[in-house]
């Protein structure tokens, strides 16, 4: 039998169980979020660096725009295209959906760069 002091105890340890699973699936929530936005950046800047190195040995002037497309298209914009002789470097960002983390910036380099000619 319990005491009239002990009535309405296991409400408050109910709430505040909930409202800490609550807490810690909210903070999963944000490092999934940045996790996907780093790798989908990444991907992008991979496959970006990789089609303006293609185009650098044909079209050196249109590679930065090809970097820009496949960037876009994979979800990040192009913020930095450099062309160093047959490299190529690139730089992207992809802000993630939730809003709550910083944009997310990834630097990619395709190409032959001067340490592999001999």
């Known amino acids: 039998m319990t005491s009239q002091s002990d009535r ?3 409400t408050i340890y109910v709430t ?3 409202a800490l699973l609550t807490m810690a699936g909210v903070a999963v929530a944000v490092v999934a979020a940045g996790f996907h936005a780093h790798r989908r950046a990444a991907a992008a800047a991979d496959l970006a660096a990789l089609a303006a190195a293609e ?3 044909f079209e050196s002037s249109s590679a930065c ?3 820009a497309a496949i960037a876009t298209t994979n979800g990040a914009r192009l913020e930095r295209c450099q062309l160093l002789g047959s490299s190529v470097i690139v730089s992207v960002a992809v802000t993630p959906a939730n809003g709550w ?3 997310i910036r990834v630097v990619a380099r395709a190409g032959q760069g001067p340490e592999a000619t001999g």
């Open 16 to 18: 505040a169980f909930v």
């Open 8 to 10: 309405g105890s296991a």
């Open 55 to 57: 185009r650098v040995g």
């Open 65 to 67: 725009h090809v970097a």
């Open 101 to 103: 983390l910083p944009t």
